[in-house]
Each structure stands twice: as structure tokens, then as C-alpha cells.
């Protein structure tokens, strides 16, 4: 029956189990994940790296994308709402960081997934949750600083109304798949479609 060795061990070496194997995996698909991209995870590289065989993957991770989200949401991190002083320098500045996340290697590793995830509607949501720039929370900073100085109204404040902005950015990478999106989009994303979207919010009608 197969175990979950550490690969060659040496007399007197604990075999691990649990959180500490779990973590040594981890740590493999990462590195593999840093290196060769998603094209290039496989489950026998990841194995081989942390010591252990398949079958301890496959407990914990049922594909390879479930491995390749877990991976990556090791690696990406929380991002900071800018604070301008300005709703509109606040929202420049932060499509500008999510633009610089999606150009990067990280970024194009999660345009990876989120290809690969499709319709798996559940891994694609952990992809979204954990890309910094599709969370609604900082998003919603933003627009409470703004409504805090009269830029905006409180009726502003809602989740959809909040990351316009970067869905729509989110779109120019993994609809029309671009590399990187020019700064003048980024502008008029901001000035044509959310700034007035933001303000109207709320609004008495005509």
C-alpha cells in the first residue's frame, strides 16, 4: 500500500503527515507553478519535488487546477486601496496596480487558471477572491472615503456598483486578451463609465 514518504529518506526520518506534508506540497506546486506556469504543472513534478507520491496529492487535491488555484493563492497577496484624496485619483491609481498585477508573470499564471477554470463557476470564485484586484472590500474603501468627503452618495455603496471598474479592466485581459491595457483606457474606464455610474447612484430621476 502506498505511503507518503519523504522520497529517499534517511534512517531515522519521520514520514509526514498532515499540515506539514500538506505544506510541503504546496510549496512544491508553487515553485513549479513560479517556473513553468500552469501549462507546465503536473502532478509527477509537484510529487517528485515535495517527496511524496501522487496518491497524497490526490487526497488533498482532486485535479490539477484545484492544485494550481491552491498554489496560487499562496503566492498572490492582498492589495492596499490607494488614497489620493480623490475618488478619481483613488480609482486611477488602483486600476493602475491591478493593470501591473495582470501584465505580470503572476498575473498571466491566473489568466492561466482562470482559462483553464472556464465554467467551474467554484474555482473560478476562489481565483476571483483571492486576485487582489476583484475583491469588492477595497473597492468599497475607496468609495467610502469618497462618500465620507461628498464625492459620492451612500447609495454608491454597493458591491456590483464598486468593481465596475475592474471587471471591466479584467475584461480587456481575459476577453479580448490583451497583454497589458493602455493607461488612456484605463482613463476612460474611470472617467466615462465609472465616475458617472458612481455619482448618478442615488440620484433623483429626471
Given at each position: 500500500?502506498?505511503?507518503?514518504?519523504?522520497?529517499?529518506?534517511?534512517?531515522?526520518?519521520?514520514?509526514?503527515?498532515?499540515?506539514?506534508?500538506?505544506?510541503?506540497?504546496?510549496?512544491?506546486?508553487?515553485?513549479?507553478?513560479?517556473?513553468?506556469?500552469?501549462?507546465?504543472?503536473?502532478?509527477?513534478?509537484?510529487?517528485?519535488?515535495?517527496?511524496?507520491?501522487?496518491?497524497?496529492?490526490?487526497?488533498?487535491?482532486?485535479?490539477?487546477?484545484?492544485?494550481?488555484?491552491?498554489?496560487?493563492?499562496?503566492?498572490?497577496?492582498?492589495?492596499?486601496?490607494?488614497?489620493?484624496?480623490?475618488?478619481?485619483?483613488?480609482?486611477?491609481?488602483?486600476?493602475?496596480?491591478?493593470?501591473?498585477?495582470?501584465?505580470?508573470?503572476?498575473?498571466?499564471?491566473?489568466?492561466?487558471?482562470?482559462?483553464?477554470?472556464?465554467?467551474?463557476?467554484?474555482?473560478?470564485?476562489?481565483?476571483?477572491?483571492?486576485?487582489?484586484?476583484?475583491?469588492?472590500?477595497?473597492?468599497?474603501?475607496?468609495?467610502?472615503?469618497?462618500?465620507?468627503?461628498?464625492?459620492?452618495?451612500?447609495?454608491?455603496?454597493?458591491?456590483?456598483?464598486?468593481?465596475?471598474?475592474?471587471?471591466?479592466?479584467?475584461n480587456e485581459f481575459v476577453v479580448r486578451g490583451m497583454p497589458t491595457a493602455p493607461d488612456d483606457v484605463l482613463v476612460?474606464?474611470?472617467?466615462?463609465?465609472?465616475?458617472?455610474?458612481?455619482?448618478?447612484?442615488?440620484?433623483?430621476?429626471?
Open positions: 500500500m502506498a505511503g507518503e514518504p519523504t522520497g529517499r529518506a534517511g534512517a531515522g526520518q519521520t514520514r509526514r503527515r498532515g499540515a506539514v506534508l500538506e505544506e510541503a506540497i504546496l510549496g512544491a506546486a508553487v515553485d513549479e507553478l513560479t517556473e513553468s506556469g500552469y501549462a507546465g504543472l503536473t502532478m509527477d513534478k509537484v510529487a517528485t519535488r515535495a517527496g511524496t507520491n501522487k496518491n497524497a496529492i490526490y487526497r488533498r487535491w482532486p485535479n490539477r487546477l484545484a492544485l494550481g488555484i491552491a498554489a496560487y493563492r499562496q503566492l498572490a497577496t492582498t492589495v492596499q486601496p490607494p488614497d489620493t484624496g480623490s475618488l478619481r485619483g483613488d480609482a486611477l491609481e488602483f486600476l493602475r496596480q491591478a493593470n501591473r498585477h495582470w501584465s505580470s508573470p503572476l498575473g498571466a499564471i491566473l489568466r492561466e487558471l482562470l482559462s483553464a477554470a472556464g465554467g467551474t463557476s467554484e474555482l473560478r470564485a476562489q481565483l476571483q477572491e483571492q486576485s487582489g484586484d476583484a475583491t469588492a472590500a477595497p473597492w468599497l474603501t475607496v468609495l467610502g472615503r469618497a462618500v465620507a468627503r461628498g464625492e459620492a452618495s451612500p447609495e454608491a455603496l454597493h458591491p456590483r456598483v464598486a468593481t465596475v471598474a475592474v471587471v471591466l479592466l479584467r476612460e474606464i474611470v472617467d466615462e463609465v465609472y465616475l458617472p455610474l458612481v455619482r448618478r447612484r442615488g440620484s433623483a430621476p429626471d
